[in-house]
């Protein structure tokens, strides 16, 4: 076996890892990294739930091979939260019960934190474009969007202290 | 299989000549499904986002240059390409999801070379150009000239796109896109539709090229309803011919996406919806850039 | 001591019951530390791959794993041989039989063997050198192909049951239910208005977003433990167990967090073939599906086809009904034909009723049940039917619907009801009929469609175990697998019956061999009966508090009353004590505290929802885009009303992906051709709008805090409402699914005489 080796930093954290050069990003960061958040729902690109962020964009993990990241940033749901304290789309997906099973949420939380980054006023209907990558078959979405649009709200208010113990 | 990311086209053309099966790559995001659907693994993955060129997007001595591997998502938001080529920026929105493109790049999706690529009707009414890259050197052919058929390109496999190059459009010029999916998002084009007008200043139509998506083996032109909107007002009666010679251009096939019927009529009714739109635009902005 | 919760009356007004906590399990939600299935690693683990039929129907002549087994890293592999034979009484879902293929394979994907290596990519790649020999037979996809006269036989020895003549010749008619009362012919003869058509419905999948996984660790003992994501891991247990002819005392199941299952993890697919993958490896071994095979072969729901005749005189009054329906069981035979005549005139009290129903076995994946299964199908049918005579004799169509309605000892044929007691449809109906939603102008190419869905709910066996903590905070224990916020309403009823705060209390779910037997997660059951067995546990841990608060101050314990928990002396004589206070002291009246509560529960409410979608057909795509949508659903009482309108709304998106676009589409030679989220086109963000929810609560007065169930009927009304709509808004009638575009346009082009 001939494994590339993989040096990039993952949620602040300086990081190395082996990995196959045909693996997918998302199986060195389950596999080989032993981040879980991610979650394969697809293997296509189709359903958002392997979202993370390389480089500053958002991406399906699914669709880029693990070398690449090699020098890379990367962030996942796993560095979200500021220690304790939870990002305020985490709370406010909490408080909105915008999640039930769950397996979507890393995905669903990811694409929305990329989409306030560029965007923090979004209308409803942006917000609904911008998470359209994302599959969720539990919710129906209505309450995920309001999550978002809650969140968002915070964050405008209360850019620093938006996050709660 | 080895992955490999070349600083500059000389290094890609060298890599690409030194295995004979390696595969160039910007997003993978076709690429990935097709080697999950069993696409042979090539030896050697070439990464082409590591050279610059072919990720940036520039504009200089009235032409708009963008590099092959580009995210579609900034060709999305480029101010200079959307005040130009609005509905080259309408069509890079409309790939997959905004993670999709984030990854994907206008040369992939020419030269994954699918009937249904939204990003071909846009650049073929743009008469855009593409630059490729081989051990000879560059040549630079017609967008049109690329895709054969459906998956096929007449790309030797020792080549690769650097670069599309589109000249700055007249004044009171202007193209839109529009596609048919069954969703909002995350489908693959039914069928598409892309027009460039120029309009003179009474609004009569000048040029026009339009360009129908997933209703043949490659996305084709329409001749006849470009000839019916020349030297014409944009009114009830040119649509109709539009709408008419839209779908007699067509050659779909029926498949999970749509029926044949259903192409062919919605083709008619996009060519009609994208020429008001285009027309639309030129009134609105001059087209001067 | 048994405490008898379900005769126990319904109370009114609750501190904590109808609150809206953060449910327990959320922050592990949203950090990403939560264990689904396919996030379990063990030392040592290695990987299955599995090999699956790629023809639709075909004898197996041979299978030659010799090659496979000399690959590199490769540990172990498995075939049909590796497994008893299925028993001759092997009945619904046949997982033995259908599990792993053995003298056939009956559809695209079922399994042929299966291989354990050290990588992933080496399990592939000897899987691929598993060399079978098929002999390709004819086959069938349809209920009208698969009862045509000469239809090729999935199962040779298939006799219909259920007809009035047991027929001599095999078929593909695994059975007939039949039900009729009063005189229909004399009912249509009253009626003034009879309409009567056909619909065809088509397979849709349930496409929860996390594939099915599991990891086996089967030591040399002869036991293996099972990570796995299921709605219940009991089920797994018996069923796995089943499977390989062991005892369930050999096998733990552990249940991950589930990743979605509406009813299409009722079943098991995987854990047989790992624990005898891991058996022969001495290895723990992990497969994990992609979602090729998810959509090949797990799930799906039923395609079908049914005729509906409804008759009424020119006031509403409905006078009779005739429903004929066949359902697609796939490969081997099943109950939704018979649930679908259960269901197909559940809401409405008809006088003169014949439904005859009939189960269809066809080339495609077992069908395993799909949130209120087979209900949808048969609503579309009458809800779109009843639309039209609403239209016919102008009147209003909730109008209709409420002068028709059930209603408290009215009769439901089905075994699951029989007599209705108190249920909520009126109030559903009044609801909608009442909404400002009902009244809102439309525009040009909108329209407004209601419809009404019926939905049985389940009741069946839950265990709950209560433990106090020397703090005084409480564990419960449940068998249930939580897949919609289930932890947390069993938190609140504990809360509400041991008077201490939501939060200090932690709900758990229990593996097989940490809690009492526990069924399933389905049916809309969980809040219900596994609601009540909390409920038990926690009125008997009450009468424990009180004995020991006796003990505390050496009185009677009929002179201890729980009030607002803490325990209060009748007389006044002492200062009450918190259940904090009375842990604390455990060690000396008598040791921890802690109870269980487990029943076989009995009288879970029927399911009622009515719906109004509004949406606008696009004239020249024919693409229909919802506006608004409302419904009105009764949840008995709300425990966590947030995941009451969540299930309320995830049914209705449900219902109109498959109302719009999700289909199972197949070639001609049985190969599904969009088994991936691109082409199986399920709804995304951009296509909804928000769903609008009213919670109606009439109280089930067979549980404690008159919870019904809410999982389920949400999904029934969407796809006549959507048909209905799409009538108000172009005068079509779409009787076949998907209405997608390519129909409704066809459609108009009928109508516009174009085409």
Not at chain 2, 262 to 277: D, E, H, N, P, S
Not at chain 3, 243 to 271: D, H, N, R
Not at chain 3, 318 to 336: H, I, Q, V
Request: glycine share 10%.
């Amino acid at each position: 076996m001939n494994r590339t080796h993989v040096t990039c930093m993952i949620n602040d954290d300086e990081t190395e890892f082996l990995c196959d050069n045909d693996e997918s990003l998302l199986d060195a960061l389950r596999d080989e990294v032993g981040l879980t958040g991610a979650k394969e729902g697809c293997g296509t690109g189709d359903c958002g739930a392997c979202s993370i962020i390389l480089n500053g964009q958002l991406i399906c993990a699914c669709l880029a091979f693990a070398p690449e990241a090699n020098g890379g940033t990367i962030e996942t749901v796993e560095g979200m939260a500021d220690g304790d304290r939870l990002h305020p789309l985490q709370t406010s997906f909490l408080e909105e019960a915008s999640l039930q099973c769950g397996v979507c949420t890393p995905g669903f939380l990811m694409a929305a934190k990329a989409l306030l980054e560029n965007n923090p006023d979004p209308t409803e209907t942006e917000v609904r474009y911008a998470i359209a990558g994302n599959l969720c078959r539990c919710t129906g979405y209505d309450k995920i969007v309001r999550a978002v649009l809650g969140a968002a709200a915070q964050m405008r208010k209360n850019p620093i202290e938006g996050a709660r113990p | 299989m080895r992955y490999v990311r070349p600083g500059t086209v000389d290094e890609a053309v060298s890599l690409l000549n030194s295995e004979p099966e390696s595969c160039v790559f910007a997003g993978a995001t076709d690429l990935v499904p097709q080697m999950q659907g069993g696409r042979p693994e090539p030896k050697l993955m070439i990464d082409l986002k590591g050279i610059p060129r072919l990720v940036k997007v520039s504009y200089s001595n009235g032409q708009l240059v963008v590099g092959a591997a580009t995210p579609v998502s900034i060709v999305k938001v480029d101010d200079n390409l959307k005040a130009a080529f609005p509905g080259l920026s309408e069509s890079s929105g409309l790939i997959g999801s905004d993670q999709i493109q984030n990854r994907a790049s206008l040369g992939g999706n020419l030269c994954t070379a699918s009937p249904g690529a939204d990003t071909i009707p846009s650049l073929m009414v743009n008469s855009a150009r593409v630059v490729i890259a081989s051990s000879g050197g560059t040549r630079t052919i017609p967008v049109s000239d690329v895709v054969t058929g459906p998956g096929s390109v007449s790309l030797k496999s020792n080549e690769f796109v650097v670069e599309f190059i589109l000249d700055a459009p007249p004044k009171r010029t202007a193209d839109a896109y529009l596609r048919f999916i069954p969703r909002t998002e995350m489908d693959i084009a039914v069928v598409g539709a892309a027009a460039r007008l120029t309009l003179d200043d009474a609004d009569c139509c000048t040029e026009a090229l339009v360009a129908i998506g997933a209703a043949a083996p490659t996305v084709v032109r329409a001749p006849v309803a470009e000839n019916a909107l020349r030297g014409n007002p944009i009114n009830d009666e040119t649509l109709a011919e539009v709408m008419a010679a839209a779908s007699a251009v067509c050659s779909p096939i029926s498949d999970k996406r749509g029926t044949k019927e259903y192409r062919r009529q919605v083709a008619g009714v996009l060519a009609k919806r994208v020429v008001l739109q285009a027309a639309k635009r030129a009134k609105e902005k001059g087209g001067a850039v | 001591m048994t405490v008898a919760v379900e005769e126990s009356p319904v109370k009114k007004s609750y501190k904590w019951v109808g609150t809206r906590p953060v449910r327990h399990d959320g922050l592990e939600k949203v950090n990403g530390k939560a264990r689904f299935a396919a996030d379990m690693t063990k030392p040592r683990m290695i990987h299955g791959h599995v090999l699956r039929s790629p023809l639709a129907h075909a004898k197996i002549l041979s299978v030659d794993t010799t090659e496979a087994e000399s690959m590199p890293g490769v540990k172990a592999v498995v075939t049909a041989a590796d497994f008893p034979p299925p028993s001759k009484n092997e009945g619904f879902p046949h997982r033995s039989s259908n599990l792993i293929a053995r003298e056939k394979v009956r559809y695209e994907g079922q399994v042929v063997a299966a291989v354990a290596a050290t990588t992933r990519r080496q399990a592939k790649a000897a899987a691929a050198k598993i060399a079978v020999k098929y002999e390709e037979l004819p086959h069938v996809l349809t209920v009208d192909e698969a009862m045509a006269d000469g239809a090729p036989l999935l199962h040779e020895n298939l006799i219909t049951k259920g007809l009035d003549t047991t027929p001599k010749q095999a078929s593909n008619i695994a059975k007939r239910d039949y039900f009729e009362q009063g005189d229909l012919e004399a009912g249509f003869a009253e009626a003034d208005v009879v309409y009567e058509h056909e619909f065809t419905t088509k397979v849709v999948h349930q496409g929860y977003i996390e594939p099915h996984a599991c990891v086996a660790d089967t030591s040399k003992d002869g036991r293996s433990e099972i990570w796995c994501s299921s709605q219940g891991h009991f089920m797994v247990r018996s069923a796995t167990a089943e499977m390989l002819g062991w005892e369930t005392s050999q096998l733990k199941v552990i249940p991950a967090e589930i990743g979605g299952g509406f009813g299409g993890k009722t079943t098991i697919y995987l854990e047989p073939l790992a624990v005898k993958l891991s058996q022969k490896a001495n290895r723990p071994v992990k497969i994990v599906m992609r979602r090729e095979d998810v959509f090949k072969a797990t799930g799906p729901t039923p395609g079908t086809k049914i005729r509906v005749k409804i008759g009424a005189r020119k006031d509403g009054t409905l006078t009779a009904g005739k429903a004929w329906l066949a359902y697609e069981s796939g490969a081997f035979p099943g109950s939704w034909g018979m649930l679908g005549g259960w269901c197909v005139f559940a809401p409405y009290d008809i006088p003169n009723v014949q439904i005859e129903s009939f189960e269809v076995v066809v080339n495609k994946p077992v069908n395993i049940a799909y949130r209120a299964p087979s209900a949808p199908m048969a609503a579309f049918a009458t809800e779109t039917v009843i639309d039209q005579i609403a239209r016919e004799i102008k009147m209003d169509p909730i109008e209709l619907r409420l002068l028709n309605a059930v209603e408290e000892g009215d009769y439901n044929h089905s075994s699951m009801v029989g007599t209705f007691q108190r249920i909520g449809l009126k109030e559903t109906l009044e609801a909608i009929r009442d909404h400002p939603n009902y009244k809102i102008p439309l525009g040009p190419n909108q329209g407004r469609g209601v419809a009404t869905g019926f939905w049985f709910n389940i009741a069946q066996s839950s265990s709950a175990t209560v433990n106090l903590t020397e703090n005084g905070r409480a564990v419960v224990v449940t068998g249930s697998p939580d897949i919609g916020g289930s932890r947390v309403s069993m938190a609140l009823m504990a809360a509400e019956e041991l008077g201490i705060d939501v939060k200090f209390i932690q709900p758990v779910v229990g593996d097989t061999e940490a809690v009492g037997f526990t069924d399933v997660t389905e049916g809309s059951r969980t809040t219900f009966a596994t609601g009540m067995a909390v409920v038990r546990a926690c009125r008997e841990l009450v009468t424990q508090l009180r004995e020991r608060a006796a003990i505390m101050w050496d009185c009677s314990v009929e002179d201890v009353e729980w009030v607002d928990g803490k325990a209060h002396h009748s007389g006044n004589k002492e200062s009450p004590l918190s259940l904090a206070e009375i842990t604390a002291k455990a060690k000396k009246t008598g040791g921890p505290l802690n109870a269980t509560g487990s029943l076989e529960a009995k009288g879970q409410g029927p399911a009622f929802s009515t719906q109004i979608c509004d949406l606008e057909v696009d004239p020249e795509t024919g693409k229909a885009t919802i506006l608004r949508y409302t419904t009105a659903q009764d949840a008995g009482t709300a425990i966590h009303p947030s995941y009451v309108e969540g299930q309320m709304q995830g049914g209705v998106a449900q219902g109109i992906g498959w109302a719009l676009n999700e289909e199972y589409i197949h070639d001609k030679k049985g190969v599904m051709q969009n088994p991936g989220f691109l082409d199986y086109r399920i709804p995304v963000a951009s296509d909804l709008p928000m769903i609008e929810t009213v919670i109606v609560e009439v109280p089930n007065p067979k549980h404690p805090y008159g919870v019904r169930g809410v999982g389920e009927v949400g999904i029934v009304p969407p796809i006549p409402a959507i048909a209905n709509a799409i009538h108000d808004a172009t005068g079509l009638r779409l009787r076949d699914l998907p209405m997608s575009p390519v129909r409704v346009l066809e459609g108009l082009n009928q109508q516009n005489g174009v085409g």
